[in-house]
């Protein structure tokens, strides 16, 4: 396998300080390299998911940085005062 039995007795443990390399090696071996191209696939409601997360946190900052207590305009995205009005 092409590392030490000192690694090898690492990876057969679990030890998370192993290169991922070798766990891949360690697998291939096996034959049981084939759900590595699952793993790697992209993850469209994962990606949907954590895009959403990234617009919600985006919002709350910029509420927190002008101070704002208005609300977010759901179609435009922009603020909303309390008077009704659009701000930037």
Not at 22 to 42: E, F, K, M, N
């Amino acid at each position: 396998m092409g590392v030490s039995r000192d690694t090898l007795n690492r990876l057969e443990k679990g030890d998370a300080t192993i290169a991922l390399g070798t766990y891949v090696r360690a697998l291939r071996i096996l034959g049981l390299d084939g759900d590595i191209d699952t793993v790697a696939q992209d993850d469209k409601l994962g990606r949907a998911l954590q895009d959403q997360n990234l617009l919600v946190k985006n919002s709350r900052l910029r509420k927190l940085r002008t101070g704002s207590q208005g609300t977010t305009d759901t179609k435009t995205g922009s603020e909303i005062s309390n008077h009704g009005q659009h701000t930037t």
